[in-house]
Every structure is written in structure tokens, then in C-alpha cells.
């Protein structure tokens, strides 16, 4: 925990110099503008610049980051003085199983479209993470995207993308819509 | 004396059958609607306004499209709240800051009397402000138009200082949070100037349409609260005792009484914010909870279930929905996206809002004014009625209930954008938020941050346009003055305080 | 009456069903993208939702048009989008001046406004300058003195930056010498309400958006950038009678992604033609004093090529693209 603590404060302080450098770029129609030319008050009328709120802030949060590295230093926070792991086996395990069924479920999208990857992701999870019965997690699975279907592309005709699979669905739009 | 035969007259017009049935469908659609995370009054407005067009030519009225479409904005209110107690997800930015107590409420098996205390507040917030309506709305319209850029820049300030109190011990990761929120509400393109900016990695499909509000909210709720939710506490969290009985409903509807202050507060905060236009009902909702934190007894209990931080920013929205459709309806102005859809259907109906819609329209603005009272009425029966169905919700199991959420979550935040990088960025936010929500950085802030923003950046901006760039704009205004100097000193207190603390211990 | 005529376009389009399916005509087979290049409730909004309702209402299409608002980036979003449109033959889109302006000042995006589909002009907004009853002008000439008189200290707030509005002021400033100075909003409403409040002095409205204080006597028109009086205010004289040779106008048009096919941008055409003929269009344009007729095909071309050409003297003039 204590080095987590450390290295995030740190991710943080280089995030916040990559965006009061990135707010600093002039607009992309002018190749000639300085950088940081647009992060102070224009006297000409045009009051602050595009840069202005966004470089100020990101100094802001550098302070605010090197403050935590320094409340790290003198270990003044519960967080930096803690001995506890900051993720354990289980803790890593989950995030691999979840957050690596969650990324499958976006890439899936693409291809199979939201109705082809829903009852995939929703098996995949109820089936092999939670451990419930064949039956329901079958149940469920299918249930879902009916549900999502009729409420989304019916009744709020809100188009969800179909991938590959569209043609399926033109039979449906004909009666529906 | 003529209002109130005008008002009877517009009541018994919303009460005639057709109306009242309109009322109550649109009541129902806007519940579950709003319930949805990710979609919210917005959409279920903007879907059905074309539909407004037949009712128009069936009932030749104006006001009977209009009293259905409030309809649903006002259901959509109240299902907010039921997405945020149960799911732990605001719907929408209205309800970010009745996830504060009401999640809280329901990990500890009291969601029913968390929803019932959200129900009744919705109902008083609603009902005070309809009651300040009926009263005075051209008087309030002409305070509206007072309020230029510089002031509604000093109350952005107000709803800022109100966020030094939310964010917990730990000053430096609150502030990193609200800036957070606040650069990533800049990113895409800036309004001022007409430039694309912050374009991170240089990626124009990525961020050229800016950060949106559902993407981080879903991200830091649906996605991060719930993988640390997973992780903390290894699927063993019994959601709740979730069971309902006449018994428990009646204990809870008796006990929603003690929560009186804050939902006094939330109504009247509520409904003054509401009617600035531009600033809409999340500042609203955020500045009732901020205040009855502030004149509680015990702050302390703040955070951890406390009846007062659910009915004040449940009361403060709703009311605060009805104060915008003031600015909406007299000043032609429109504070939210939902109201902005309202507008366009007034236009389409063949009306001109602005100053003179109250005399010229009296057949269009009265009987909607009655239906305030109606649909407020409907909503909070329909809401108390359909508690025991949301509660079955609570009762899956959470390897259920959590690829649920995940999966609405997704489909919520497509549905909201129709963008599917937006969702992709979800995710990363969501990830993010776990890793940042154990070493207890506060995540609400930058939540909220992201709605304030695009608020308050243009306003100061424009402000330092008209003042050529003197900061004194902001206190030498007779409105302006008086409330940046009170956001000033809120912000100061607790630093001061902090400090007093640090020299005594030494 | 209605109902029937309703049935009348439901049979008209089930004999163009079967009928494509023989003749090989077009008809959408799914929900059409009806994309909008501004965010809900500006102009371009409230006129895409009424075209919506139009459709819906008479029954003109056998799919619903499903409005989807792509505001981001000045409309660059809503371009990209539709470049990138999967199925162009069911991808339309509401556009305003930015489908000019945005291409040309970020030249990044790769954009070509002349591989569009020209499916209508439904309409041209007209811009009129307003001022606040209490400033005590009642004339464009007494406004020429007073803003001369006040020099920066006058100040014009207008939507979004190098779009319409600003290019009006910076028309004003250089034909006359004045020093006004431009403050930005998000959007047209905002500035007749601060123009009502008279936390600015003038402003540049369409009149849809100022018409309701203007009903109130709030707000005062002073000079029309048509070409011809406007029927709502005969008393307004145009700038052209002044002697400039000022016109300036907001195209709402439909436009079809690039690469759609004839037989669809046809279908798209002759729909948009009946929302054009209709009585509730026709009422909202009078209503909200607009211009312009029904533009398609190779007129709705040509019309592109000199508004782009125009466009790109006037920001290069005032600095805005290099």
C-alpha cells in the first residue's frame, strides 16, 4: 500500500506536467502560435486563453500531487503508513477475470454487435465466475438482450450497432419499427 | 385574487380525463426511464416528442403535449433517485449527491426507508416550488435576467466551496480530484476561441467531442465502486435485508418525518438555484446537501446514511426542475438538455416563450401550471407503489447483480452517447477509479467537477472578456460581490480550521 | 381529413415497398440516422426535431429518423461521423454554416463538404441586429454613433467564436470603423437573454431567438443582413440600403453521407420535398421569418461552392484561418 500510495502520487504529478503541456498547444489552424502563447489574459479583448483554465488547473493538481509525496515522506496519511497489500492474489485474480471478460465484451461489440456479445459476456460471468446453475445462467443470458432490445432499439429507438450480425435484424425492424 | 381562480381553472383543465391520462403515462415512462442509469428525463422527452405532434392535432390544445412531457421529466426525477439507492449508479447528474447517504442507507439493509425518504422529499421539493411558481413567476423572471455571466461564475464558486466539506480529511487528494474533473470537463473543444484543444494523444476520434458526464459517472460508480465492492469484500456482501412489509413500509413512511430539515432546505435552495438560468438542478441538489451538512448537528453522520443527505438533494432537484422551467418558459433559456428539448416542443407547438408567454398564452401556461400539481401528486404514489418491485433487485445475488450492472453500464453509457469510444473510455475510467478508490482518494468531486465546469469556465472567461481581465468583476457587482465573498470564506473556513488544529497539536 | 391523408401516404408507401422490391427503387430498410450538427434545443435542433415530427406525423417514411445530436468540435464530430458512416444510404444529416466554416479551419480533419449528398435546403435564417429598449437608439445610424462614442466599451455577444455572429461584428468594426467588443456564448438563447438583461449591449440574434423579448418590447430591431425587408418587420431597413453590399445568411440544409447511392439520395430528396410542402413547415418559416426555397441536387452544389469560397475570404480576411 505504502509504495502504491507513492507511485500513484507520482503517475499523478506526470500526468498533471503532460496536460499543462498539452494545454499549452496553439490551435491546430495556426501552425505559427508559441506554445503556452494562450495560457494567460490576452490584452487584445480576447480575454483568457483556450489554455487558461485547463494549464492553471493541472499546476493545481501538480502541488496537490507533490503534497501527497511529501505527506507520504512524513508518513501523515493512514495510506502511507499502511503495511497492508494494495492487491492481493484474489485481488488480482478478479480484476484479471472481470476486467478481462469486460475488455472481451467491448472488442466483441465490434464484430457481433451489442445483441451477439450481452449474452456471451452475461454466460461467461453468471456461468464460470459465479458458479450458478447451467439453467439460469442460460436463462438470464437470453432474457437480457430481449429485454434490452425492446426498450432500446423499440421503445426508445435508440439504435443499438448490430456488427455482422445486422442483416438478422432487418425481419425485426420490419415488424417493430 | 386572479391567480387562484386562474390556477382552479388550470387544475380542473389537467384533471379532464385525456390530460390526466397523459399525465400518468408520462409519469410511468419518466420513472423507469429515469431509473435507467444512463438514460435520463432527456431522452425519454426527446423520443416522444414527435408523438406530442399527434396529440397536438387529436386534442387541438397546446397544453396537453406539454403537461405530458412534464410529465415525464418529473417521473424521470424521482427515478433517479432509485438508481442511486439501489444500483449505488446516479442516473444522471441530478442524483450524483443522493448517492452520498442513500447508498450508504442500503448496504445497510434500509433501502426502503432510504427510497420512501427520497419519494416524500421529491413530492415537498416539488410541490413548494410549484407553490413559488404559481406565485411568482414573472416577478422571479426579472431576478433571472440579473444574473449575468459574473454571477453565475461566483455561484459556481458557491457550489465549489460546498465540496471542501464533501471530500473527506485528505485536502490534497480532494483537490486533485476536483481538478481532475474540471481539465477533463475542458477537453475536445474550447467555445471561446473556436479551438479544438486537449486532444490527448493528439487523437481527434478520442476526445474531439469532449469528456462527457455519464462516461466518467458510469465509469467511477458502475464500473470502479463495483470492482472494489468485489474486491473488498469477496461476494459475500449481502446487498441488503431487503424484504418489504406493509409493517416496514408504514415504520418507514412515519419516519421519513425526521428528515424535515433537509428536505425544508433542498425545497427552497432547490427551486432558487433552479430558477438561475444556466445553472439547473445539480448545483441545486449538491448546495442542499453542502448546507444541510453545514446546519446539521452532527455532521459527522453525513456520509454514512443519514436520512437529512438523502431528502435534501431529492427535494432540491425536483424542485429545482420545476424552478427551470421558469428561465425555460419566460426567458426562453433552457438550463439543462432536457429543458433545451421542452423548448424545441414549444416552438413546435407554435409557441414563443419569452416575457409575454404569461398574458399571451394563459390557456397554455395555466393548465401546465395545474399539472405540476397533478403529476408531483401521481409521481409520488407511482414511486411509493413500485418500491417493493425495486427492492427485488437487491435480493439477486451479487455474481447476478454485478455482470448486471456491468452490462447496463455499457448498453447505459452507448445509449446516453451513441459513441462506442465513449464506452470504451468508460471503462478506463472505471478501472482507474478502482486502483484510485483504495488509497482513498475521493471520487465524487471530480464527478461532480465535470458538470460544474462547463459552466464555469465560459462564464469566467466571458467575465474577463467584459472586464478586460480584471479579477474585480467578481466583487464589485452588487449580486456578484455578496456571494463570491461567502464562497471565499467557505472555501477558507476549513483550511483555517485545519491549520488551528496543526499549531495546537504542536 | 388528416387521418386520411395519413392513411393515403401508409398505402403510397406499402405500394413503394413492393414496388422496390421489383423496380429496384429505395426504400430504408432500418432506422435512419438523422444526425444534428448543434446540441439540443439551438436552432438547427428545434428545426431537425420539427422535420422529425413532420415525418412521424404524416407517416412519409416507412423507418423513423432517429435524431442523434453530434455538437462536438463546432460540428467536426457530426463530419466525421458521417464520413465514417457504415451504411451511407441511411445516414442524414441537419446542417448549419459550420458545415462551411469547421472544414476549413481544421483542414486536420480531412473533410470534403462537396462529396456530401445534396438532399434539400429547407431554409435560409436571417440575422437582424438587436439592441435593448432602454440604450435609447432607435436608429442603425444612432447606433453607429453611439458604439463609435463608446469604442470598446460596447459589447456584442454572439454564438460561438469565427462562426456567424463574430463575422458579422468584424463586418460592422472594419466598414465602420468601430472598436465592439465580441463576447462569445454557447448558444443563441443565452445572448437574448443577456441582451434582455443588458448585461451586453447589442447582439446579432436570428429572430426565432429574440422574437420573444422583441414581442415584449425588450429588445428593439435596428437593421436586417437580408437582402429584402422581412415581412415580420417592414420597418427594419436592410443593411443594403445603407449602400453596403452586406448580405448574410444561415443555410439549414439536409445533407446525405458521402457515398450515398443515387436511388437513395433520390428517395431522400423527394421526402424532404413533401416536409418542404408541408403546412407546418410552411407556417414555421413564416413564423420565424426564414428565407430561401427548397434547394436540391446541383443547385444545393453550386450554392456549397460559392457559400465555401465565400467563407474562406472572409476568415482569411479577419485572421481566423492562415
Avoid at chain 2, 470 to 498: D, E, H, K, Q, Y
Avoid at chain 3, 75 to 80: H, P, T
Wanted: proline share 6%; net charge neutral.
Amino acid at each position: 500500500m505504502r509504495i502504491a500510495e507513492l507511485v500513484t502520487a507520482i503517475i499523478i504529478a506526470l500526468s498533471s506536467i503532460y496536460l499543462m503541456w498539452k494545454s499549452g498547444e496553439g490551435p491546430s489552424w495556426d501552425p505559427t502560435a508559441v506554445r503556452f502563447a494562450n495560457i494567460g489574459i490576452n490584452v487584445d479583448n480576447s480575454g483568457p486563453g483556450s489554455g487558461f483554465w485547463p494549464f492553471w488547473l493541472a499546476a493545481a493538481m501538480l502541488v496537490a500531487a507533490i503534497a501527497v509525496m511529501v505527506n507520504w515522506h512524513l508518513r501523515a496519511t493512514p495510506e502511507s503508513r499502511s503495511e497492508e497489500v494494495y492487491l492481493d492474489s484474489y485481488g488480482k485474480r478478479m480484476l484479471l477475470t472481470v476486467c478481462g471478460g469486460l475488455i472481451a465484451f467491448l472488442i466483441l461489440i465490434r464484430f457481433i454487435g451489442f445483441y451477439g456479445a450481452i449474452p456471451l459476456f452475461l454466460f461467461y460471468y453468471i456461468y464460470f465466475l459465479g458458479r450458478h446453475s447451467l439453467l439460469a445462467a442460460i436463462a438470464i443470458s437470453a432474457a437480457v438482450p430481449v429485454f434490452c432490445f425492446f426498450f432500446f432499439d423499440v421503445a426508445m429507438r435508440i439504435v443499438l450497432p448490430k456488427g455482422y450480425l445486422d442483416p438478422l435484424f432487418i425481419p425485426l425492424y420490419d415488424i417493430f419499427l | 385574487m386572479d391567480v387562484i381562480t386562474l390556477l382552479i381553472d388550470g387544475i380542473f383543465t389537467a384533471l379532464q380525463p385525456l390530460n390526466l391520462g397523459l399525465a400518468l403515462l408520462g409519469v410511468v415512462i419518466g420513472l423507469f426511464v429515469g431509473a435507467m442509469p444512463g438514460l435520463g428525463s432527456v431522452n425519454g422527452v426527446a423520443i416522444l416528442l414527435p408523438f406530442t405532434f399527434v396529440i397536438q392535432q387529436i386534442t387541438g390544445s397546446v397544453s396537453s403535449p406539454m403537461i405530458f412531457l412534464a410529465a415525464i421529466y418529473y417521473g424521470a426525477m424521482y427515478g433517479g433517485a432509485i438508481s442511486s439507492i439501489t444500483l449505488g449508479i446516479p442516473g444522471a447528474s441530478t442524483a450524483v449527491a443522493t448517492t452520498f447517504d442513500g447508498r450508504p442507507l442500503a448496504l445497510q439493509g434500509k433501502a426502503d426507508r432510504a427510497l420512501v425518504i427520497a419519494a416524500l422529499a421529491s413530492f415537498v421539493g416539488g410541490t413548494v416550488s410549484t407553490i413559488l411558481f404559481t406565485g411568482a413567476a414573472p416577478l422571479l423572471a426579472s431576478v433571472a435576467l440579473k444574473f449575468g455571466n459574473p454571477e453565475i461564475f461566483a455561484l459556481m464558486l458557491l457550489a465549489f466551496a460546498t465540496f471542501v466539506g464533501l471530500g473527506g480529511d485528505d485536502i490534497p487528494k480532494t483537490i486533485i480530484s476536483i481538478c481532475l474533473g474540471l481539465i477533463l470537463s475542458a477537453v475536445g473543444f474550447d467555445i471561446i476561441s473556436g479551438a479544438p484543444r486537449l486532444l490527448l494523444f493528439d487523437s481527434t476520434a478520442w476526445f474531439s467531442r469532449g469528456i462527457q458526464f455519464l462516461v466518467l459517472a458510469i465509469g467511477v460508480y458502475g464500473i470502479g465502486e463495483m470492482l472494489w465492492t468485489i474486491n473488498s469484500t469477496r461476494y459475500k456482501t449481502e446487498m441488503t435485508e431487503a424484504r418489504i412489509t406493509l409493517g416496514r413500509m408504514r415504520a418507514a413512511l412515519a419516519g421519513a418525518s425526521e428528515a424535515w430539515k433537509g428536505t425544508l432546505i433542498g425545497s427552497l435552495l432547490g427551486f432558487f438555484v433552479g430558477i438561475l438560468p444556466a445553472a439547473g438542478a445539480t448545483p441545486g441538489s449538491l448546495m442542499a446537501y453542502g448546507v444541510a451538512k453545514m446546519v446539521s448537528k452532527d455532521p459527522s453522520k453525513f456520509g454514512h446514511g443519514e436520512p437529512d443527505g438523502v431528502a435534501a438533494p431529492e427535494s432540491a432537484n425536483n424542485s429545482a426542475s420545476t424552478g427551470a422551467m421558469l428561465p425555460m418558459m419566460t426567458l426562453g433559456i433552457p438550463g439543462s438538455p432536457t429543458t433545451a428539448v421542452l423548448l424545441a416542443g414549444m416552438v413546435i407547438w407554435g409557441l414563443t416563450p419569452g416575457p409575454r408567454l404569461f398574458t399571451d398564452q394563459p390557456d397554455f401556461v395555466w393548465p401546465l401550471i395545474g399539472s405540476f400539481y397533478i403529476s408531483n401528486l401521481i409521481a409520488v404514489v407511482m414511486n411509493l407503489a413500485f418500491i417493493p418491485l425495486f427492492l427485488r433487485v437487491l435480493r439477486m445475488p451479487f455474481t447476478i447483480l454485478a455482470p448486471l450492472i456491468f452490462v447496463l453500464s455499457v448498453v447505459g453509457v452507448f445509449a446516453a452517447y451513441q459513441n462506442i469510444y465513449d464506452v470504451w473510455l468508460m471503462l478506463f475510467f472505471g478501472i482507474g477509479a478502482f486502483f484510485l478508490r483504495i488509497l482513498n482518494y475521493p471520487l465524487a468531486p471530480a464527478v461532480l467537477a465535470i458538470v460544474l465546469g462547463p459552466i464555469a469556465e465560459p462564464t469566467l472567461r466571458q467575465s474577463l472578456i467584459l472586464s478586460d481581465g480584471s479579477w474585480m468583476i467578481f466583487l464589485n457587482r452588487p449580486i456578484a460581490g455578496p456571494i463570491t465573498i461567502v464562497a471565499i470564506v467557505l472555501i477558507l473556513l476549513p483550511l483555517v480550521g485545519l491549520i488551528r488544529r496543526r499549531l495546537l497539536r504542536r | 381529413m388528416k387521418l386520411f391523408k395519413s392513411m393515403a401516404f401508409g398505402l403510397a408507401a406499402m405500394g413503394a415497398l413492393t414496388a422496390a422490391q421489383s423496380a429496384g427503387a429505395f426504400e430504408p430498410t432500418k432506422p435512419v440516422d438523422f444526425v444534428i450538427m448543434a446540441g439540443k434545443g439551438g436552432g438547427a435542433d428545434k428545426m431537425a426535431r420539427l422535420m422529425q415530427s413532420i415525418v412521424e406525423a404524416n407517416g412519409m417514411s416507412s423507418r423513423p429518423l432517429v435524431p442523434v445530436n453530434k455538437s462536438g468540435g463546432s460540428g467536426a464530430e457530426a463530419l466525421v461521423a458521417m464520413m465514417n458512416a457504415s451504411d451511407p444510404d441511411h445516414a442524414i444529416m441537419v446542417t448549419l454554416n459550420s458545415f462551411f466554416t469547421t472544414p476549413l479551419r481544421q483542414p486536420g480533419l480531412g473533410v470534403d463538404i462537396m462529396t456530401f449528398a445534396p438532399v434539400g435546403r429547407m431554409a435560409e435564417d436571417t440575422f437582424v441586429l438587436w439592441v435593448h429598449k432602454d440604450e435609447g437608439i432607435s436608429s442603425f445610424d444612432e447606433f453607429l454613433a453611439e458604439a463609435k462614442d463608446r469604442g470598446s466599451g460596447w459589447v456584442m455577444g454572439g454564438t460561438g467564436s469565427a462562426q456567424e455572429d463574430q463575422i458579422i461584428t468584424n463586418y460592422l468594426n472594419d466598414t465602420y470603423g468601430l472598436e465592439i467588443k465580441y463576447i462569445p456564448y454557447k448558444g443563441g438563447g443565452a445572448v437574448a437573454k443577456d441582451l434582455a438583461g443588458r448585461q451586453i449591449n447589442s447582439s446579432v440574434n436570428n429572430p426565432s431567438e429574440a422574437l420573444g423579448f422583441y414581442e415584449s418590447g425588450d429588445v428593439i430591431p435596428l437593421v436586417a443582413f437580408t437582402d429584402e425587408r422581412l415581412p415580420m418587420f417592414p420597418d427594419v431597413p436592410t443593411l443594403r440600403e445603407t449602400g453596403q453590399e452586406f448580405a448574410y445568411f444561415m443555410q439549414r440544409a439536409v445533407v446525405g453521407a458521402p457515398g450515398m447511392s443515387d436511388d437513395a439520395l433520390a428517395y431522400y430528396t423527394a421526402l424532404f420535398d413533401q416536409v418542404y410542402n408541408s403546412p407546418e413547415w410552411q407556417k414555421y418559416k413564416s413564423d420565424k421569418s426564414l428565407l430561401g426555397d427548397y434547394l436540391n441536387g446541383d443547385g444545393l452544389r453550386d450554392y456549397w461552392q460559392t457559400q465555401r469560397e465565400r467563407h474562406e475570404t472572409i476568415l482569411r480576411a479577419s485572421g481566423d484561418i492562415k
